[in-house]
C-alpha cells in the first residue's frame, strides 16, 4: 500500500514518466519496503502459520466479503459499529441496520464527492485499497470461513490493520495533491466552494476556510462519539474478562510445577469463558499452556506426574476419575477390533486411558461410535506410535460413546485397563 500510495498521492498523471520521478526520487524507501516486504513473504511462505480449511463455496466467499466490509471495515471508518456482540470472552461488530445503511450511504455521498472535487483521480484511493482489502480478506476466508461460516466477517481483529488505509484511501478520493517540488512554478488551484465573507473575500480563520474548520468539526465530534459508544463496552468486557485472571494463574502454575521437576499435563479444554470450544485445539489447555509460558509444555505422559488446568487457571495435581469400561480382545491379523462401553456415556469431552502391549512397532488409531454413526477418536489426520509396552492416555473430541473400535493394522495389538472418564483435582 505504501509503495502505491506516494505516486498516487503526488503524480499529476500516472504516466511512466512520471512513476519513474517519483521512484527515483524515492528509492531509498522503496528500497525499504521491499527488503522488509520480501523478509516478511519468506518468512509467512516459509512457515506453518494457519492451516487452509477447505469445505465452503464461493457464495460464502462472497457473503464474508460483504459482511467484512459493510459490517466492520465502512462502520469502523465513522468511529465503530455502535453494538457490539460477546463472543465468549471475544467482542464482535453487532453493527444496527439503521448504522449500516447510513455509514454505506454515507461513503457513498463522500465517493461522489470525490469525484466531483477530482475527477476520475479520485478513484486511486478505492483501486488501492481495494485489491488489499479482497487479498487480505481471502486469506482468511480460506483458514476460518469452512469453520466459523461468514459471521467471522464481524471479528475486529481481521480487519482492524484496514482501516488506516482506508483512511488514506479517502484522502486520495478526497484531498487535492500539495505542492510539488517538480513543478515550483506550478499555480495552486483555487480551493473550491470556498465560504464567501461579507466583503466577498474567502471567509478564513487563520489561513484556513471556516466551512471546512466547521465540516472537519461535527464529523470528528460525531467519529469521537461514536468511537466512545462503541469501544466502552469493549473495553470494559476485556478489563473484567475472566481470562486475565486464568492467564496469571496459569502461567505462574507453570512456573510452580517446573520448580518442582518433571511433569505432564491432561489435554482438557478451557472453560468458554476463556476460549470457545469450537476452536478446538485452540482451546486446549496444553496449547494455552505453551502459548502462556513461551515454551513447550510435556501433555499426557502417564510416567510422569499428571496435573491439570481448573476453570480457575490453576494447575493442580490430577487423578483420574473413571466413568466407564470396555474390554478388547486382541487383535489376531489387519481388523478392526471393537468393544462396548459398560455404561454407555452421553456427549461430552471424554479422556481415554489404557495400558498397550504390541509385538511390533504399531500405530494405535481409534474410533467410536456414538449412537449414529462412526468418529475418528484420534483425528483425521494422526495417529498414535507405539513400541512394546507401556500407557496410553488422550482427549476425544465431544461426543457421546456406546463403542469403541481399534483400527489394528497387524496381529498382535493388545489393549487393556480401558478407561473412560476426566481428570479431577487430586485434592
Known amino acids: 500500500f505504501g509503495a502505491l500510495f506516494l505516486p498516487a498521492a503526488v503524480c499529476g498523471s500516472l504516466r511512466p514518466r512520471e512513476l519513474l520521478r517519483v521512484l527515483r526520487q524515492a528509492w531509498v524507501g522503496y528500497l525499504a519496503l521491499s527488503v522488509v516486504a520480501v523478509g516478511y513473504l519468506w518468512y509467512y511462505l516459509t512457515g506453518s502459520f494457519v492451516r487452509k480449511q477447505p469445505g465452503y463455496t464461493s457464495g460464502e466467499v462472497v457473503h464474508y466479503l460483504w459482511v467484512a466490509w459493510s459490517h466492520s471495515l465502512v462502520p469502523g471508518l465513522f468511529g465503530g459499529p455502535l453494538n457490539t456482540d460477546p463472543l465468549g470472552p471475544q467482542s464482535t461488530a453487532g453493527t444496527p441496520l439503521w448504522w449500516l445503511v447510513v455509514t454505506e450511504v454515507v461513503l457513498g455521498l463522500i465517493a461522489l464527492l470525490g469525484i466531483r472535487r477530482l475527477g476520475w483521480r479520485s478513484l486511486r484511493g478505492w483501486l488501492i485499497l ?28 481481521y480487519i482492524s490493520d484496514m482501516l488506516p488505509l482506508a483512511v488514506l484511501a479517502l484522502a486520495l478520493a478526497l484531498m487535492r495533491p500539495g505542492f510539488d517540488p517538480a513543478h515550483p512554478d506550478a499555480p495552486e488551484p483555487p480551493p473550491s466552494h470556498a465560504a464567501r465573507g461579507s466583503f466577498g473575500g474567502t471567509a478564513t ?33 476485556w478489563h473484567t474478562a475472566p481470562g486475565r485472571s486464568y492467564v496469571s494463574n496459569l502461567r505462574q502454575g507453570i ?20 476460549s470457545l470450544s469450537t476452536y478446538g485445539r485452540y482451546s486446549s489447555t496444553p496449547f494455552l499452556a505453551r502459548l502462556v509460558s513461551g515454551h513447550e509444555v510435556s501433555t499426557d505422559d502417564l510416567r510422569r506426574p499428571m496435573y491439570l488446568v481448573d476453570p480457575a487457571g490453576h494447575v493442580v495435581p490430577a487423578k483420574f476419575q473413571t466413568s466407564s469400561t470396555a474390554v478388547l480382545a486382541c487383535s489376531s491379523g489387519k481388523q478392526q477390533v471393537i468393544a462396548a462401553l459398560k455404561p454407555a456415556l452421553g456427549k461430552a469431552n471424554w479422556t481415554i486411558r489404557f ?32 513400541v512394546g509396552s507401556g500407557d496410553l492416555t488422550f482427549m476425544l473430541r465431544s461426543t457421546a460413546i456406546q463403542t469403541l473400535r481399534l483400527d489394528a493394522q497387524r496381529a498382535g495389538i493388545c489393549l487393556s485397563d480401558v478407561r473412560f472418564g476426566r481428570p479431577l483435582p487430586a485434592s
Open 130 to 157: 481495494l485489491p488489499i482489502f479482497l487479498v487480505a480478506q481471502y486469506s482468511i476466508a480460506t483458514a476460518r470461513l469452512a469453520v466459523h461460516g461468514p459471521r467471522i466477517g464481524n471479528e475486529f481483529r
Open 205 to 237: 480563520w487563520r489561513g484556513m476556510n471556516r466551512r471546512h474548520l466547521l465540516f472537519g468539526g461535527v464529523v470528528l465530534l460525531v467519529t469521537w462519539t461514536v468511537f466512545l459508544t462503541s469501544a466502552v463496552p469493549i473495553s470494559r468486557r
Open 255 to 274: 512456573q510452580a510445577a517446573d520448580a518442582k521437576g518433571p511433569w505432564s499435563l491432561y489435554t482438557a479444554m478451557a472453560p468458554n469463558t476463556v
Open 355 to 386: 495400558h498397550y502391549t504390541v509385538a511390533r512397532p504399531s500405530l494405535l488409531r481409534f474410533a467410536v461410535f456414538d449412537g449414529s454413526r462412526y468418529i475418528e477418536a484420534t483425528g483425521s489426520f494422526r495417529g498414535f506410535p507405539v
